[in-house]
């Protein structure tokens, strides 16, 4: 829900950089699982 609100909020650059850490985040959780096989 959150990103939601930042994605209507194309003026703070926060919204930015959410995304990227949401990615990497997502990226980091789903490899982590990965790496452990």
């Known amino acids: 829900e959150e990103s939601t609100i930042d994605e209507r909020s194309p003026d703070?650059?926060?919204?930015m950089l959410d995304?990227?850490?949401a990615l990497e985040r997502s990226?980091?959780?789903l490899g982590?699982?990965?790496y452990e096989k």
């Not at 703070?12 to 919204?15: I, K, L, N, W």
């Open 32 to 34: 982590s699982p990965l």
């Open 19 to 21: 995304t990227d850490e």
């Open 27 to 29: 990226r980091e959780v």
């Open 12 to 15: 703070t650059d926060g919204s």
